[in-house]
């Protein structure tokens, strides 16, 4: 590998790290201000922060992708789905985007119980659209690792866990905001949509963060 093409990696393994632990960060936040509101501390405070946070998330989870499909474009030896990538990156954003324009809305007291439902639903299609091309990357990034079969094996078993926790999380996201946009306890509806996000979130960057540790690792015991 050249050494422009080792700087690149690099920057990309920054980016990649930064963006996960970002997004960790704002997902706890999104975890304990919705427990916070399940405690009914001024839940209708912390309802739409929380929302605001899991948009941060996406927002924080699109530039890691993003960074990844660059790493991935430069390096990769088999034919890449640009549009699978490009539409996972893509909804990351949007949804992320909307998602802190409704929050800000509901926390100015625009009709907060209509408004965070509608982004409850909202950050759920984006995991499902999302989990498919996060997994394939990170399925192609494992193929690429100098890593034993068996090592490989289990990135690839924890790579599927994750995608499946995110679809998992996206199918209850949207549910819990359909329900309450009907009517049906909207506030602890969608606080649990906020809480089961954030979890979501969070679970599945795990996975990334320990690729992103392994790859750091690497490129340390090549340059000693």
């Known amino acids: 590998m050249s050494t422009a093409q080792q700087l690149l990696e690099r920057r990309s ?8 632990l970002a997004e960790g960060f704002v997902s706890i936040g999104a975890i304990v201000l919705s427990v916070i509101g399940l405690a009914n501390r001024f839940p209708m405070i912390m309802l739409p ?40 990156m893509t909804t990351e954003f949007v949804s992320g985007i909307a998602g802190i324009v409704l929050g800000v809305m509901a926390l100015i007291g625009v009709q907060p119980l209509v408004l965070i439902p509608a982004a409850a639903i909202v950050f759920g299609a984006s995991l499902l659209l999302g989990a498919g091309a996060t997994a394939r990357m990170n399925a192609i990034l494992t193929q690429m690792t100098e890593q034993r079969e068996a090592v490989r094996e289990v990135m690839r078993e924890a790579v599927l866990t994750a995608a499946a926790m995110q679809i998992l999380v996206g199918l209850g996201a949207i549910t819990l905001g359909i329900l309450a946009l009907t009517g049906i306890n909207p506030l602890a509806l969608s606080l649990v949509s906020m809480l ?7 679970l599945g960057e795990s996975t990334i963060i320990n690729r992103v540790t392994g790859a750091a690792r690497r490129h340390k015991t090549a340059a000693a």
Not at 196 to 202: D, K, Q, T, V
Request: proline letters at 2%.
């Open 13 to 20: 393994t920054g980016v990649m790290a930064a963006g996960a």
């Open 49 to 88: 922060i929380a929302a605001i946070a899991v948009g941060s998330a996406l927002l924080f989870e699109g530039g890691a992708v993003t960074a990844r499909f660059s790493n991935l474009f430069s390096l990769a030896r088999v034919p890449l789905d640009v549009r699978e990538f490009g539409l996972g």
């Open 196 to 202: 089961s996000l954030g979890f979501g979130n969070l």
